[in-house]
């Protein structure tokens, strides 16, 4: 079983500031996924990023960006220059390769214009 | 990427009725279909797994008889709210697996959600 911590309940920033929304798992698979998941007000699951335990490089997607450390057991997600278009409420999920998704709790980013 | 629908997108009932809510993958057969429930402000829970043609496998503290899933085909999943009361009200999402090749990642897409209210 996995256990994934968002400590961060809610977070409010004005257009076009940095944001970094954390996330911290704990699991004793040596094999496991990551995701990050972007839940607008409209209630859908929106995929952003799926990551497995061998693949520890960073990746960038645009202004969104995504640091893995397994030394940490943190999977944190930056997303850069926010904009009012990214409030919402983003969920990080871990699973052990069996598609059954644990959920952290969920960060809801505020941006302000 | 594949594509899954929920039907209805908004229910509103009363008390004590029992509602369907349908699951269904559009451009691929899953054999593997899961159930969420989100009450508000709040995370997705997993209620339960639905494989086709078999009993669905419910999470602790789910109640069987309650929540009743039926995945009859390769494309279609039901959760069924039985005798439904206000403390149900909550978003259910299905999710549906595709299967990955070889050791591939078993890749889930989600559903849009169906927001329930009962009355």
């Known amino acids: 079983a996995q256990k994934v911590t968002q400590a961060q309940t809610e977070i409010s920033v004005v257009e076009k500031e940095d944001v970094t929304l954390d996330c911290v798992y704990e699991?004793?698979?040596?094999?496991?996924?990551l995701f990050w998941y972007k839940q607008p007000p409209s209630g859908e699951l929106v995929f952003l990023i799926r990551?497995?335990?061998?693949?520890?490089q960073n990746e960038i997607s645009g202004r969104y960006s995504w640091n893995f450390q397994k030394s940490t057991s943190s999977f944190n997600f930056t997303i850069t220059a926010s904009q009012v278009v990214d409030s919402a409420v983003y969920f990080c999920?871990?699973?052990?390769?069996?598609?059954?998704?644990?959920f952290g709790k969920g960060t809801m980013l505020l941006v302000s214009p | 990427g594949a594509v899954v629908s929920q039907h209805p997108s908004r229910v509103i009932c009363k008390s004590g009725t029992s509602v369907k809510i349908e699951c269904r993958s559009l451009?691929?057969?899953?054999?593997?279909m899961f159930w969420y429930r989100q009450f508000p402000k709040q995370s997705l829970m997993l209620m339960a797994t639905?494989?086709?043609?078999?009993?669905?496998?419910?999470e602790q503290g789910v109640e069987k008889d309650k929540f009743l899933i039926n995945h009859a085909s390769l494309t279609l999943s039901t959760l069924t709210v039985t005798s439904a009361h206000p403390e149900d009200s909550s978003f259910y999402i299905c999710?549906?697996?595709?299967?990955?090749?070889?050791?591939?990642?078993?890749?889930?897409?989600f559903g849009p959600g169906t927001r329930l209210t009962v009355l």
């Open positions: 999710s549906a697996n595709v299967p990955g090749q070889g050791t591939a990642y078993n890749e889930q897409f």
């Open positions: 699991t004793r698979d040596t094999t496991y996924y």
């Open positions: 990551r497995n335990s061998f693949d520890e």
């Open positions: 999920a871990a699973d052990s390769g069996y598609s059954t998704l644990t």
């Open positions: 451009d691929f057969q899953a054999t593997t």
């Open positions: 639905s494989n086709e043609g078999s009993k669905a496998t419910y």
